[in-house]
C-alpha cells in the first residue's frame, strides 16, 4: 500500500514536472503570447463590429425619421388640398345656384313687367 502511495506521489511530481516543463518552453510560451494577441484582436474585432452596427442603425434611423416626415408633409399637404378642393366645390355650387336664382328672379321680374305693361 505505502509502495502504490509512493507510486501515485512520485507519478504525480513527474507530470506536475513535465507540465513545468511545457510551460516553461519556448514553444509554450509563444502559444500563449499568440493566444493573447489572438483574444485581444478578437475583442478589438467585436468592439469595431458593435461600433459599425450602432452607426449602421443611427444611420437606419435617421432615415427612417427623415422618411416619416416626408410622408407627414405629404399628408398635411393632400389634406390641405382636398379641403381647399371641397371649398371650391361648395362655392361652386352656391354661385351656381345663386346664378340660377337670380336668372329665375330677372325672368320673373322680366314677366311681371310685361305683364303690367
Known amino acids: 500500500m505505502w509502495i502504490l502511495k509512493c507510486s501515485c506521489l512520485c507519478l504525480s511530481l513527474l507530470c506536475v514536472t513535465e507540465q513545468e516543463?511545457?510551460?516553461?518552453?519556448?514553444?509554450?510560451?509563444?502559444?500563449?503570447?499568440?493566444?493573447?494577441?489572438?483574444?485581444?484582436f478578437r475583442q478589438e474585432e467585436e468592439l469595431r463590429l458593435q461600433v459599425e452596427r450602432h452607426r449602421q442603425w443611427e444611420s437606419d434611423e435617421q432615415l427612417a425619421q427623415q422618411q416619416w416626415r416626408e410622408r407627414q408633409e405629404r399628408?398635411?399637404?393632400?389634406?390641405?388640398?382636398?379641403?381647399r378642393q371641397e371649398v371650391d366645390h361648395k362655392m361652386s355650387f352656391f354661385v351656381s345656384q345663386f346664378v340660377s336664382s337670380t336668372i329665375v328672379t330677372c325672368l320673373y321680374q322680366s314677366n311681371a313687367e310685361e305683364s303690367d305693361g
Open 75 to 83: 399628408l398635411a399637404r393632400a389634406r390641405e388640398e382636398k379641403a
Open 21 to 40: 516543463k511545457r510551460e516553461m518552453s519556448p514553444r509554450y510560451q509563444a502559444w500563449l503570447a499568440e493566444q493573447s494577441v489572438l483574444e485581444e
